[in-house]
């Protein structure tokens, strides 16, 4: 009998062994017997599958069967040990992939998330490259792009060694050059996946950690964005593939403008496209943008010499208004979003500082949430609440100048918030790094804890957790009101990420040495004590530099000055 390939039948059908007439959205013969059907599998599991417990059995019961279905395994830069016989020199043991099959299985297993679920509503994460990955016609510079994604991937983790180092670096190389030559043509220019390569090569960037100071990201970033405007809102938004790019291209903006205190080049309404009935989406998109807004205005503020009574006071309402809405969208999110205690890690055996920086459990609870998606979504309003915090606490500061700001009321209230606001990331932290909850059947909520990867095992370690940590630890790494065992287990979870997890830029951040908002502060009063006009160096008056320029020098995220090389 021919064999045509892995069954593309439902679930049910291929345990019955029967024949599966693979109508959607559930077969005829589920639905004659009046039962769900559980569904098909995607292309993605056709190609990446795992084989059963009967079909495993059945491969060991004789030699034939042990020669003929080999074993697939990653390669990790050295051959596999031998026994010398003429035997085994003749009849290998295992089958060894391509390099290049083996990391593009690697990238997708580990930061490609694919909404699930009966409504598929849980978020998705670079699910647009399986999407393109099925296109028939892929441009070559989105190959190249993401394959050096995929060798980089394999490379921080598995290979480690120089010459798959060489070969993404190679592709890199070469998706810049088709990069370049794709946005000379308009037609080409307008194409999803030119949107898709611009990403990749910010998502390389990020894996590799070259440029500590991330200008290559923000040099991208600002190109996605600018491919996104001129393509249009409203063509992205038609296809499932341009809502999926769309939102990731949001994703890589936010993060870029809270970085670097930029705001969005369109209106919050542009980016906000969400078309369901649940608001809570929205509201955190539309938090995460007002904050932007909001840190911009600062720092253009002080860089101008603006700082006024009026203005001052104006700005620190406004904070507070925001931090308002940040408590209101934590006490309303839906019941499908919350998360609950699952483990209390007690301080007995916390006593040194080399077993903080390896310890995969800071003392305290440990919090569960139903994926990665989610948990990301409450942490980045958790930052965005510590972010006003620190904006309105650097006003602070300037209007009771030049009186100690630490001991001021405000100060006292704004250091309880954000104590209360580390805890909370602090013990979502265990979630992204492979945590697998201990008390799952407690709660018949999560009962089914699966994040809904591309491929691989799911509770497997995932490269995508140290990604979504990638902006949220480094502000708590120099946050003021962290304490000091806290900030030497975020810097041991920055190193993890980097050196385990394949984030090589996280084991960047690690060492920074500023403090925010203090050092922050402190540099305001400075610049306020100076007068630049009567400079001999020709520095030019602070009224006259960028806002974001000024921002280089101020924070609240470090700027380069902090680093220590």
């Known amino acids: 009998m021919v064999y045509h390939g892995p069954s593309r039948g439902c679930g049910r059908c291929r345990q019955q062994r029967v024949k599966c007439d693979q109508n959607k959205p559930a077969c005829d013969r589920c639905s004659r017997r009046g039962i769900q059907c559980p569904g098909y599998r995607s292309e993605v599991d056709l190609i990446f599958r795992n084989d059963t417990r009967k079909e495993r059995t059945k491969a060991t019961k004789s030699p034939e069967a042990r020669v003929s279905e080999p074993v697939v395994h990653f390669v990790r830069g050295q051959d596999s040990d031998r026994d010398g016989s003429a035997e085994s020199e003749s009849i290998p043991d295992t089958l060894l992939l391509p390099i290049r099959d083996q990391a593009t299985c690697h990238l997708l297993s580990n930061f490609v998330l694919v909404p699930y679920g009966s409504n598929r509503n849980t978020q998705g994460f670079m699910h647009y490259l399986v999407m393109l990955k099925k296109s028939p016609d892929v441009p070559l510079h989105f190959q190249y792009a993401f394959d050096a994604c995929a060798l980089a991937s394999f490379n921080n983790q598995v290979s480690r060694d120089t010459i798959t180092r060489k070969k993404a670096l190679n592709k890199y190389i070469r998706a810049l050059s088709e990069l370049s030559t794709t946005l000379r043509n308009p037609t080409a220019a307008q194409q999803e996946a030119t949107l898709a390569s611009t990403l990749l090569c910010c998502m390389f960037e990020t894996l590799t950690g070259v440029d500590p100071d991330m200008k290559s990201v923000a040099y991208h970033t600002e190109g996605a964005i600018q491919l996104a405007k001129d393509m249009g809102r409203e063509r992205l938004l038609r296809s499932e593939l341009g809502q999926a790019i769309f939102a990731a291209v949001r994703h890589q903006m936010m993060s870029n403008c809270m970085r670097i205190a930029k705001g969005p080049d369109m209106s919050n309404d542009w980016w906000i496209f969400e078309k369901s009935t649940e608001t809570q989406h929205d509201e955190y998109l539309r938090i995460m943008i007002d904050s932007i807004n909001i840190r911009v205005e600062v720092e253009r503020v002080f860089a101008a010499g603006e700082q006024t009574s009026s203005k001052l006071k104006a700005l620190i309402d406004t904070c507070q208004a925001n931090i308002a809405a940040c408590r209101k969208w934590e006490k309303t999110v839906p019941n499908d979003w919350r998360y609950y205690t699952d483990y209390w890690q007690d301080r007995d055996n916390f006593q040194t500082a080399d077993y903080l920086l390896k310890a995969k459990i800071f ?203």
């Open 363 to 565: 003392p305290g609870r440990v919090d569960v949430y139903p994926d990665i998606g989610i948990v990301s979504v409450w942490n980045s309003v958790r930052v965005c609440r510590l972010l006003l915090n620190s904006l309105a606490l650097r006003c602070e500061a300037q209007l009771c100048a030049p009186k100690n700001y630490r001991t001021t009321p405000a100060y006292m209230a704004i250091a309880r918030d954000c104590a209360k606001v580390v805890e909370d990331i602090i013990a979502s932290v265990p979630c992204y790094l492979g945590y697998v909850p201990k008390q799952q059947q407690a709660s018949p909520l999560y009962s089914h804890h699966s994040f809904g990867f591309a491929c691989g095992e799911e509770n497997a370690l995932k490269g995508l957790g140290g990604l979504r940590l990638l902006w949220m630890l480094p502000f708590l790494h120099a946050l003021d009101f962290v304490t000091d065992d806290q900030r030497l287990w975020v810097r041991g979870r920055l190193q993890y990420i980097g050196r385990r997890m394949g984030v090589q830029h996280a084991d960047n951040m690690s060492k920074m040495r500023g403090r925010l908002p203090s050092m922050t502060i402190a540099r305001d009063a400075e610049l306020r004590n100076q007068d630049y006009s009567s400079d001999s160096d020709g520095t030019p008056p602070r009224g006259q530099l960028s806002h974001q320029a000024f921002a280089e020098t101020s924070g609240p995220f470090l700027p380069h000055v902090l680093w220590q090389r």
